[in-house]
């Protein structure tokens, strides 16, 4: 593995994922979340958590750059952004067992397919084209 | 696709059952202490069929990440995925504690049982899918 250009890839999907999930969920989808607000932090409450999204972030984007460095040793931005797009379903998954459980929205939960399924697409995108080994190794199958 | 179909069936049955053994029954009492955050019951058990919808998505995306780059590596390369993956949902519980107020407790024995469950989902795939290697080599 290609620690340099792993830790490059890293650093810029949280970039990414952080950024995306501000303006996604934060900003575009700050109404239709204050819909149902008993089930959010109140603003100060939040700001004391802060510090859980940002760990949040840092695992989801480390792991995910796992997962494509292991899955897609060659990189690149397709492969990527397939893997990327898997994983996100993996996650729409869960917000389909959210909405069931939680009093979401319709809406809400909507906003959250097509964000979770951007965000992991281009983050996936980013990393495969970061992270692209030059070694012959690269091509081989993982775990094989 | 025989044993792709297989993997998916016997993941899905596995994921339903274990999470309304986990989820439903022996960690009913720690959910019912942030009932503010869930649906009334009645109301939960008319939207079940998500329930059911949301934990097909997720064999099925488990078993497709699983058979595009891991299949060779048997039951051990399962057990890898669905630690990582497990990992990246916890990520997304820290995210969620952040934003809104579930216990702690809550969310530490949900990711306790999610890594079982997603282990365990690892071996069952990894060890069916192993048998279809084999039979083509």
Redesign the interface.
Known sequence: MDWKKFFVAFVAAFGFIFVF?FLWYGKLMHGVHQEVP????PEA??GN?????I??????AF??T??CSK??PAGGPGPCAH?GI??A?????????M?????ITMKILCGWIVGDLIMFGVAGAIIGTIYKANSPLASQ???? | MKRFVLAFIAAFIFIFLWGWFYNGTLLKDVFAEAQ????PRE??MG??H??I??????????V??YA???A??GI??GV?LGI??E?????????F?????FPAKLLVLISIGGFIEMIVTGVIVGAIYKSAAARTS
């Open positions: 999930g008993a089930l959010w932090r409450e939040f958590h802060f510090s859980w999204l760990f949040g972030h840092i695992v989801m792991f995910l796992l997962l899955f897609v893997l898997l994983v379903l993996v996650y729409v998954g869960n917000d389909f067992i909405y069931a459980v939680q009093p199958i993982p775990n094989s | 503010s955050l869930f649906r109301e939960m939207l079940f998500w329930i919808i949301g934990q097909a998505g997720l064999a099925l995306s488990f497709m990440i595009s780059g891991f060779g590596g051990a390369a890898r990582m993956l990992i990246l949902a916890v990520s997304a519980r820290c995210a504690y952040a934003t809104q107020p």
